[in-house]
């Protein structure tokens, strides 16, 4: 949020102006203020880089890493970001965090910019797109993942000295895999957005990656994992889980349909063809959702969708209804107001799931935060079983969230690494948890990375400032040991939905 000259805020959506003021006051309990946790969640992707480190690299503990990615095939498959904790390169959450990134870029980009972040917040959009442009290398090919996870989790090495095999796995027309195709078409749609107003030639070139990507998910239909077999233990189309092998999604998610919505309406969004739109009406809206993630992308699209019949953009039908009525329904669930709402810890944080909650949370606060936009432009507002909504009550809900990740619970902890004093200190992250290679060059073997680092009760020697680890369980408890995945590691999945939310905030 933008500021007058004497500090006050100045209000983009100004019915809801009164309710930031009163806000802002309330602060107290937040042990730092959203724009450094803002600054910081950029730096967390610089922390996140694979290949060659540019000479602006801000993160100075990093250094380039896997130069070789992509040598098996013979194409460059070097840069991109590793997913987690981890030294994998998975396209599939990838594809997921780029179209976040771009989302925030596009819909906070005048807060970004009055805070003097949308160059870090599009560079560290581009570090991604550029990754799945060259991941794209032909209309019906798409490299989906480098490195071998089984192998990569067995050992406990920094991304600069590690020895892991690194194989090359794409998706073509006789291995297809439409979830991964259709993820990435929507990223790239959506980038394209972010970047036309700065670099109309890059937009041009990621919208035609989007469009072929998109036209080749629908001819050649399949899930990825069946196709790259060894993803199916980490980030499966139909499971729920972070980067670990997860209970099975429920079957409200088959596969792939969700990234087929999801691309379209990014791509109807990016060019306002009228096929995309047809493919919306068209095809089945998800019913009501219970998250919107990197596994799940129906909220996503009923979002946008429910966007277009707010602005007027389309013509009323009983599937756009329908698209907005299970928008407001997920919305009106985390509210409290639906008929399943989403359970509550006793310190107000919204629960989804056990593994990595907090990825959930985040994406369901930059829905509220999106919609609260939405709904303040046209002067409209969400008729729930429990009452009714106003944008303010979205943007208030989505506020409290962002208070809690940042230091507003029951542990006066920052669930963001490094803001305030009492945050994080083991993070389950190999960079952050070995010293650095600039401090000391000793190769850090498979093995011995688990005897001295990973098991080494010292707070990790490397501060990854602006992660987001897993969170608390349903009880507000949170074990800060290396060793506690399921809650200790980030991922960029979290991290990417809170860079647009924290600027609307700051």
Request: glycine share 8%.
């Amino acid at each position: 949020m933008s500021q007058l000259k004497n500090g006050s805020p100045q209000c983009l959506w100004t019915s809801i102006c009164i309710v930031l003021i009163v806000m802002s006051m309330a602060r107290e309990a937040v042990s730092t203020n959203y724009g450094e946790a803002l600054r910081n969640s950029l730096l967390y992707f610089e922390a996140q880089r694979s290949g060659k480190l540019p000479p602006n690299q801000r993160v100075t503990w990093r250094g380039d890493s896997a130069l070789r990615d992509g040598s098996d095939a013979h194409i460059d498959l070097t840069g991109g970001y590793y997913d987690a904790g981890d030294n994998m390169k998975f396209g599939f959450p990838l594809a997921f965090t780029t179209t976040m990134l771009a989302w925030s870029n596009i819909e906070m980009a005048s807060q970004l910019r009055a805070h003097h972040e949308k160059g870090n917040s599009l560079r560290a959009l581009k570090w991604a797109t550029d990754y799945l442009i060259k991941a794209h290398p032909e209309p019906n090919v798409l490299y989906g993942q480098v490195g071998e996870g089984n192998s990569d989790h067995k050992c406990w090495m920094r991304p600069e000295d590690m020895t892991t095999p690194r194989p090359s796995f794409r998706i073509d027309a006789q291995h297809p895999g439409s979830d991964l195709a259709g993820e990435t078409a929507a990223a790239m749609a959506a980038a394209s957005i972010a970047f036309a107003p700065s670099d109309k030639a890059y937009a041009n070139i990621l919208i035609g990656h989007a469009k072929d990507l998109f036209a080749f998910a629908k001819a050649h239909p399949g899930v990825y994992q069946k196709s790259i077999p060894n993803a199916g233990g980490f980030y499966v189309g139909m499971s729920i889980g972070l980067a670990r092998p997860g209970p099975a999604r429920s079957p409200e998610n088959p596969g792939y349909e969700d990234e087929l919505l999801w691309a379209a309406a990014w791509l109807h969004r990016a060019t306002n063809d009228q096929i995309y739109l047809d493919y919306l009406t068209q095809a089945e809206t998800g019913g009501p959702r219970t998250v919107f993630a990197w596994d799940d992308k129906f909220v996503g699209a009923q979002v946008l969708v429910a966007k277009l019949a707010l602005e007027g953009k389309v013509e009323s039908s009983e599937e756009i209804t329908e698209y907005k009525s299970m928008a407001e329904e997920f919305i009106c669930n985390c509210a409290q107001k639906g008929s399943n709402n989403v359970k509550k810890t006793p310190g107000g944080l919204l629960y989804f799931l056990p593994w990595n909650n907090l990825q959930y949370t985040t994406a369901a606060t930059f829905v509220l935060s999106a919609y609260s936009k939405y709904l303040e432009a046209a002067k409209a507002s969400i008729d729930c079983p429990d009452g009714a909504l106003q944008a303010s009550d979205l943007l208030h809900l989505a506020r409290s969230q962002v208070d809690y990740i940042l230091g507003s619970n029951p542990k006066n902890m920052s669930y963001m690494v490094g803001v305030g004093t009492n945050y994080p200190k083991k993070p389950h992250h190999r960079a952050a948890s070995i010293v650095s290679i600039h401090k000391d060059k000793t190769p850090v073997t498979c093995s011995g990375g688990f005897n001295a680092w990973y098991n080494n009760p010292a707070p990790n020697p490397n501060v990854l400032a602006g992660a987001v680890v897993g969170g608390p369980d349903d009880k507000d408890v949170y074990g800060d040991e290396r060793t506690n995945f399921q809650q200790a590691e980030p991922a960029t999945v979290t991290a990417a939905p809170l860079v647009g939310v924290l600027a609307l905030f700051a």
